[in-house]
């Protein structure tokens, strides 16, 4: 049986999910909950992926998340080796912790992001014990989990910087107290009528309305021989480092010294386009600029920080990043 394709391609939004191997735990307590957490916060930053709704269960995990840069698998090859390394050292094992291969359906964002999320939140009331539970103690139980990113979606308080909540809330109004509460309005509703969506995903990848399966069709599987093909995806094309740098010098009226040595907004800037348009990793940039990776990847976060806060920032970015393409 041939596997399912994996289409990767920059702003894909994905539901993906990935079960312990033999169905075995991939948690066995707190602690190790922690860990992945922190680890997939890490990873995010790293590889510049979006993650707006993810829930932890026993054996399984499962993501809302989505790809500027066109990265699924070597964002999630990373997470899950580092995950299985630590839960090894930690528990004293060898071997794989995962069955197979992850699972991923690419999602019309459009039509199905908020749904994928309450789909996602709502996997602590559908298991075995919680399902012959009445409707009233199902909703209190899944208000009260925090293996996932629902209480930041409900509490501000219980946020986690590593989540993005406002696309996500857009639907019911924004990310305020009404939007909020139509969130979890709606949450209810889903748990006492259900919310099938694994019957609409076309070919075991696509989740989307005809519009959007056909444009993915078009694009991504143009024939016959794409579709036999275990992996389906664009090509990230990367251009030259030193046009992106003096694309950069122009547009911020900084010498060179300045993007590459000095420490400040232009060379956050900089290490932000050497990674998305030149094909750079952290470990490159750092070598480039003259500090350790982690520096690069703390340099990024940062910049995502600032253009969160600042419009004026948001939009250089975009005219940057457009010059860049």
């Known amino acids: 049986m041939a596997r399912s394709l994996r289409i990767q391609y ?25 860990r992945f957490l922190a680890i997939l916060s890490q990873s995010l930053a790293t590889y510049d ?13 499962h993501f809302l998340a989505e790809t500027p840069l066109g990265n699924l698998s070597e964002f999630m090859r990373h997470f899950n080796i580092t995950y299985t390394s630590s839960f090894n050292r930690r528990h004293d094992r060898v071997g ?15 039509v199905y992001l908020s749904a994928v999320s309450r789909y996602i939140h709502l996997n602590p009331a559908r298991t075995g014990s919680m399902q012959a539970m009445v409707y009233g103690r199902q909703f209190a139980y899944l208000l009260d989990y925090q293996w996932s990113s629902l209480p930041g979606y409900l509490f501000t308080p219980k946020r986690q910087d590593f989540v993005a909540y406002g696309p996500v809330l857009e639907e019911y109004g924004g990310d305020n107290p009404s939007g909020r509460a139509e969130y979890r309005h709606r949450l209810g509703i889903d748990l006492a009528q259900g919310l099938p969506l694994r019957e609409k995903v076309v070919g075991q990848t696509i989740l989307g309305d005809e519009r959007f399966v056909d444009k993915v069709r078009k ?8 579709r036999e093909r275990p992996a389906v995806g664009t090509i990230h094309q990367h251009r030259n480092k030193g046009e992106l740098l003096r694309i950069v010098a122009a547009k911020l009226q900084e010498p060179l010294e300045t993007l590459l040595h000095r420490s400040g907004l ?5 290490m932000d386009i050497l990674y998305r348009h030149g094909g750079l990793k952290n470990p490159e940039i750092g070598a480039l600029m003259g500090v350790d990776y982690s520096t690069v ?29």
């Open 10 to 34: 920059p702003g894909a939004v994905y539901h993906i999910t990935h079960r312990g191997n033999e169905r075995g735990a991939i948690f066995r307590d707190d602690a190790d909950r922690q």
């Open 49 to 61: 992926v979006i993650l707006h709704s993810y829930v932890l269960m026993g054996n399984h995990f």
């Open 96 to 110: 794989n912790l995962y069955q197979g291969r992850f699972k991923s359906f690419v999602i019309d964002e459009e």
């Open 219 to 226: 694009k991504f599987l143009p024939g016959p021989k794409d």
């Open 266 to 270: 232009p060379r956050l800037v900089t």
């Open 297 to 325: 990847s703390q340099g990024r976060k940062r910049l995502r920080e600032l253009a969160a806060a600042d419009v004026k920032l948001q939009e250089l970015l975009a005219e940057l990043r457009g010059l860049c393409q």
